[in-house]
């Protein structure tokens, strides 16, 4: 086991380089589900090497549940400096759990609230709300595909094309499940902050992702980038934010410029020999070596408690 279970605590500093390309030298899709998988999979493995190591810790605490037999010194020396790392890992993987528990009850609640305000109106998968108050955005369903939710106060600052353009965006939102991502890249960020980066992107390129739905079924991006803008500048400051949103905070003026620019290569891949490319095999690579770094420490933890535990 030995220093190879702290590996998956670090391994997440390699997305770091992708995290920072990908928004500009990728498709927006394939960016986001690069940055998806590769946080996935880091948090997990991250969050596994914690529950490994505060298996050492609680092991030598008194009146723990475990058998006696885990606390002796061939399983406390299976991890260097077991005194101080297997007891900092209980209470640091405690605060991972609190952590996504958290976000996951804030999320649930943000949806049931919104459902409420939707109650007794037309079950359309579009619905207008008489406010003032300028907003856009989508409520994932459970076995339907969801609604988009504006307000008259939105609609009335867009001109027919750009109300294309946001129903265009907000419905990528809704046949894409955006929102899936945006839970797992939040989830992941929760359980190694050095993930936070790659949480950032994957706002931004769902975001992105959507514009480009919107101006290819527009077809015209002058539009698309015009409704964008002025989306942002009606919006309130403080949107939902664990929704996907026409008015997303970020960087609208990137967003911006992406569509008064060519439209992005469709590539599932970028090629390996560029800065994007490399970054993104670095950031494959720190998921691989994180997952089979688990997977080593996971097996060999379980042998050693499977010896030391009595028949």
């Known amino acids: 086991m030995g220093v190879f279970v702290f590996l998956p605590l670090v391994l997440p500093l390699t997305a770091w380089p992708v995290a920072r390309l990908a928004g500009h030298h990728l498709h927006p899709r394939a960016a ?26 609680t092991a030598q605490l008194p009146g723990n549940p475990l058998p006696d037999s885990w606390s002796d010194p061939e399983v406390r020396e299976a991890v260097p400096r077991h005194e101080v790392v297997g007891e900092a890992s209980v209470a640091v993987l405690a605060a991972v759990h609190v952590s996504c528990a958290l976000l ?14 939707l109650e007794g109106l037309p079950a359309t998968r579009i619905a207008v709300l008489p406010d003032v108050l300028p907003y856009a955005h989508t409520v ?20 027919s094309g750009e ?12 046949d894409r499940c ?6 797992v890249a939040g989830l992941a960020a929760r359980a190694n902050p050095f993930l936070r980066p790659l949480r950032s992107v994957v706002a931004y390129t769902v975001e992105r992702w959507a514009d480009e739905e919107a101006a ?36 609208v003026p ?11 290569a469709v590539r599932t891949w970028p090629p390996t020999f560029t800065a994007v490319g490399l970054a993104v095999w670095a950031a494959v690579g720190g998921a691989v070596l994180s997952a089979m770094s688990s997977a080593n420490s996971a097996v060999s933890m379980i042998l050693i408690l499977h010896a030391a535990t009595p028949l």
């Open 140 to 159: 994932p369903g459970g076995r339907d595909r969801g609604r988009i939710v504006v307000s008259t106060g939105m609609l009335e600052g867009l001109d």
């Open 254 to 264: 990137r967003r911006v410029a992406a569509l008064l620019g060519p439209a992005p």
């Open 178 to 183: 955006h929102h899936r991502y945006l839970l």
């Open 32 to 57: 986001t589900k690069i940055l998806t998988v590769a946080g996935a999979v880091l948090g997990l493995c991250s969050t596994l090497s914690l529950g490994l190591l505060a298996i050492v810790g």
């Open 104 to 117: 996951l009850l804030r999320h649930r609640r943000i949806r049931r609230q919104v459902r409420r305000t």
């Open 163 to 174: 109300r294309r353009a946001l129903f265009a965006h907000e419905r990528a939102h809704l």
């Open 216 to 251: 290819r079924v527009v077809g015209d991006r002058r539009v698309t980038a015009h409704a964008v803008a002025k989306a942002a500048l009606l919006a309130p400051k403080t949107p939902v934010s664990t929704l996907p949103a026409f008015a997303a905070p970020g960087p």
